[in-house]
């Protein structure tokens, strides 16, 4: 639901105030996806810098920290946000634990977007306070956190649901007093997948992943995949597949990051067809959530 509001921000956008849009970072991490907007009139830019003054700028899915808020704001910047619903709850967490002096622990992977955009929402003041990046287990012995020192985590939205469970519990040994969230933070659509993802693989013996190789939940996808010693290919589309991959192969899974179009994963299932494959689809979860567009663009 976060990757088709997003995608309507801007096509909307568009729509009422013609190209060009600016859209800070790519709004989804889809190649599909961003080249087709690019198309309609979307500028994709890593830094408000690069866009010009009295323009339209959209915040990606992945949220942007206060600091860029604020700089938008000081050039007068037009700003629609399309970031996930479910990435401002983890924002928000964020920045009340920051104005009561407590330490955070963001668990999540450095550099990734969604990531620098949660650190950015953590403001000391005069109550002390900071906020630490973990994404492996062994970091957290390195935390260099005083006892005494009220702690919470949060946690990036598309992480791997196993992995991060095993990093919660290692805190808590840690930190018993530790706190978290009253619900989980990673996104349903990420649950959901990775839970169907496993059922795939136990019928498996090769895994298509359809999406790109900047998505984070399409690569815990893959490697869900991989730890289950079945082998799985991440792929933006059909054309990225090797016939090679498919020789000897009897039972062949197909699934998809979030972000991905289900035109996408439809002609990769063609293809297959095309070999005389017989296709069975297993059941997942149905996601009925959605997210409105901001009230300006409706």
């Known amino acids: 639901a976060g990757v088709d509001r997003a995608i309507g921000v801007v096509d909307r956008a568009i729509e009422v105030f013609g190209a060009p849009i600016y859209v800070r970072h790519e709004v989804v991490h889809n190649k599909f996806v961003v080249n087709g907007l690019r198309e309609k009139g979307a500028v994709f830019v890593e830094e408000l810098s690069e866009i010009p ?24 910047l037009r700003v629609f946000d399309a970031t996930c619903p479910l990435v401002t709850k983890v924002h928000l967490d964020v920045a009340k634990h920051a104005s009561q002096g407590k330490s955070v622990i963001l668990i999540g992977h450095a550099g990734h977007p969604e990531v620098e955009g949660t650190l950015g929402q953590y403001e000391k003041n005069n109550q002390g306070g900071e906020i630490y990046l973990v994404e492996t287990v062994d970091q957290i012995d390195k935390l260099n956190i005083q006892q005494s020192t009220e702690l919470a985590f949060v946690t990036q939205t598309t992480l791997s649901v196993d992995d991060t469970i095993m990093i919660i519990e290692a805190l808590k040994k840690q930190f018993p007093d530790i706190k978290g969230p009253r ?23 090769l895994v298509l992943v359809v999406g ?27 054309d990225d597949i090797s016939q090679d ?9 197909v699934t998809a990051g979030a972000s991905a179009p289900e ?7 063609s293809m297959l067809k095309n070999k005389d494959a017989q296709v069975k689809e297993l059941k997942g979860r149905e996601e009925k959530v959605s997210f409105s567009l901001p009230k300006e663009l409706l």
């Open 245 to 253: 991959w498919l020789k000897g192969k009897k039972r062949i899974g």
């Open 212 to 238: 790109s190789v900047n998505s984070s939940n399409s690569n815990r996808l893959r490697e869900i995949v991989e730890k289950n010693t079945v082998d799985a290919y991440l792929i933006d589309g059909v």
């Open 53 to 76: 003054n009295d323009s339209t700028v959209i915040f990606s899915a992945h949220g942007v920290s206060k600091k860029t808020w604020r700089e938008a704001e000081e050039r007068g």
């Open 183 to 205: 619900r989980d933070d990673i996104c349903y659509a990420t649950q959901n997948r990775q839970d169907a993802v496993k059922a795939l693989t136990e019928e498996c013996d």
């Open 263 to 269: 035109v996408l994963v439809q002609e990769v299932i």
